[in-house]
C-alpha cells in the first residue's frame, strides 16, 4: 500500500514557479513509476509528467515540456514537479499516482495509488 501526499501548490502569476512535491509512505516506493496528471474546472484529467522507479527515465506532455521537470529522491520517498515559466492554462488541480509496474507511463490506468490533489492557479 503505498498513500500520496502532494504539497506546494498556491496561486501565482504569469510567468511565475512553483515546485510540487509528492510524499509517499511505504518502503517499497523506489520501485514505483509516478505520474503528475493534472484537472481543470470542467475538463477531463489529462497527463503532465512521469517518472520511472530509478528516476532515469522521464515523460513530459507537450504542453509543459521545457517548462515542467519532473525529478525524485528515493531515500525521502518524495518525487517533484518544478514549474517555471506558468501559465493561466497551466491551472488545475495538480495530482501525483504511483503505478506498480515502475515506468513512466502516460496512462492513468498504469497507476495504482492517488494523492488527493494540489490547487495550482496561476493568475493572467
Known amino acids: 500500500q503505498v498513500q500520496l501526499v502532494e504539497s506546494g501548490g498556491g496561486l501565482v502569476q504569469t510567468g511565475g514557479s512553483l515546485r510540487l512535491s509528492c510524499a509517499a509512505s511505504?518502503?517499497?516506493?523506489?520501485?514505483?513509476?509516478v505520474g503528475w496528471f493534472r484537472q481543470a474546472p470542467g475538463k477531463e484529467r489529462e497527463f503532465v509528467a512521469a517518472?520511472?522507479?530509478?528516476?532515469?527515465?522521464?515523460v513530459y506532455a507537450d504542453s509543459v515540456k521545457g517548462r515542467f521537470t519532473v525529478s525524485r529522491d528515493n531515500a525521502k520517498n518524495t518525487v517533484s514537479l518544478q514549474m517555471n515559466s506558468l501559465k493561466p492554462e497551466d491551472t488545475a488541480v495538480y495530482y501525483c499516482?504511483?503505478?506498480?509496474?515502475?515506468?513512466?507511463?502516460?496512462?492513468?490506468?498504469?497507476?495504482?495509488?492517488w494523492g488527493q490533489g494540489t490547487q495550482v492557479t496561476v493568475s493572467s
Open positions: 517518472i520511472n522507479q530509478s528516476g532515469g527515465s522521464t
Open positions: 499516482a504511483a503505478g506498480s509496474l515502475g515506468i513512466a507511463t502516460i496512462v492513468p490506468s498504469g497507476y495504482n495509488y
Open positions: 511505504g518502503r517499497t516506493f523506489s520501485s514505483y513509476g
